[in-house]
């Protein structure tokens, strides 16, 4: 089974973030999806994840994502889990912010063809004691930032 259909997923809802685009962002959910965020807040189906990022992109400039996918599992014919690591370019900027990078969690599920995000969890990938590691992450995903986000 190919995992290529997650990972496609995965980079259509970062792309929709990084293009403020809420409403396509939330079209990538189940109905009933949900987002947990970098401060553990959370959005509950797509209404409301739409709506929530709706305000979140009227009020201020967001950051950019970067990722790099780590693992896709598959739990079940019609479930799989992407794991992943993510930086933040924040707008105008060169270069990720070390303070935001998160490791990401992401359920699809299929319906027929089509897969949707089940959930995405957030956490910030603080390495609490160990510089070194969170310095490490830093490093790898600033190498991942394209050049024109470097101007």
Known sequence: MSDEPIRALYRWLLDAWNQRDAHTF????????????????????????????????????????????????????????????????????????????????????????QWAVSCLQNTPAAFHGRPEDAQRLTDELGRLVEPADRT
Do not use: C
């Not at 693992?71 to 992943?84: G, I, K, M, T, Y």
């Open 26 to 113: 939330a079209g990538l959910f189940e109905p009933r999806g949900n987002v947990v965020g970098f401060d553990g807040s959370t959005m509950n189906g797509r209404n409301e994840i739409e709506e929530s990022l709706s305000g979140i992109f009227a009020d201020h400039p967001t950051a950019s994502y970067v990722s790099l996918v780590r693992e896709v599992r598959f739990l079940s014919p019609d479930v799989a889990l992407l794991r992943a690591a993510v930086g933040m370019v924040p707008p105008g900027q060169s270069d990720i912010n070390p303070d935001v990078n998160a490791i990401q969690s992401l359920v699809a599920v299929r319906d027929g063809d």
